[in-house]
């Protein structure tokens, strides 16, 4: 069962990686003016939309694989990265299918309340979503051991709980502007390759529980 467990998580893991990286790309793209509507917000939404269910299934995976006495704080780190979710993903359906399509038809006006603009609804829908991914980070701390194959993913997972602070400084900065967003650099970091990290160790993981992996994968030990 664990190496079925260990090969989806280290699958969704990459993909949430992968789509975390393109998500990063775009929005230098965008911040600097080398894409602009549609494409640039097209691009933003759909990746980061991308992110949410592999990312959900790689904490999902942690939470079958951790021992008994840390199952607490993994079934937290799950409910918190579901919370993340669902309020994201509620925001990115919306932009994706209702505004920006009724934007290009010349409807952008009827949706207004709903176009994700700094201190809208779903501006503060994001804001709490990343939010409560940083939560989640920071519970997949408290599970992962300072030790082998978990040191380095506790590590980028407590580094990436630590980017929560900046990210509520710039999604309730008073007087938001785009230079703002040079706030979310360290997130821009530690995101993709937490995600990473853990991928990795559930790959290790796997490799270990194959019989004779020493005499054929020693070089990942």
Not at 54 to 81: G, R
Not at 134 to 140: D, Q, S
Not at 154 to 176: D, E, G, K, M, Q
Request: aromatic share 14%.
């Amino acid at each position: 069962m664990n190496l079925l467990l260990y090969k989806v998580g280290f699958l969704s893991g990459t993909v949430a990686f992968l789509a975390t990286s393109a998500f990063v790309v775009v929005q230098l793209l965008q911040f600097y003016g080398i894409i602009s509507f549609p494409l640039d917000q097209i691009l933003i939404y759909s990746t980061s939309l991308i992110i949410t269910i592999p990312f959900l299934l790689e904490i999902l995976v942690l939470h079958h694989t951790v021992p008994d006495e840390k199952k607490l704080w993994s079934h937290a780190a799950v409910l918190f990265t579901t919370i993340y979710v669902l309020f994201v993903s509620s925001n990115y359906v919306t932009q994706l299918f209702v505004v920006i399509p009724a934007t290009l038809h010349g409807h952008g006006k009827e949706v207004s309340l709903l176009t994700q603009n700094p201190h809208s609804m779903f501006w503060f829908f994001d804001a709490a979503g990343y939010i409560f991914m940083g939560g989640a980070a920071f519970l997949v701390y408290l599970v992962l051991k300072d030790e082998g194959v978990e040191r380095k993913p506790r590590i980028l997972f407590l580094a990436h709980s630590l980017t929560t602070p900046l990210i509520a400084c710039v999604y309730f900065s008073a007087n938001f502007i785009s230079n703002t967003l040079l706030l979310v650099i360290p997130w821009a970091l530690t995101a993709p390759l937490c995600m990473l990290s853990l991928a990795i160790m559930f790959r290790k993981k796997y490799i270990n529980e194959i019989p004779g992996h020493h005499l054929v994968y020693k070089h990942l030990k």
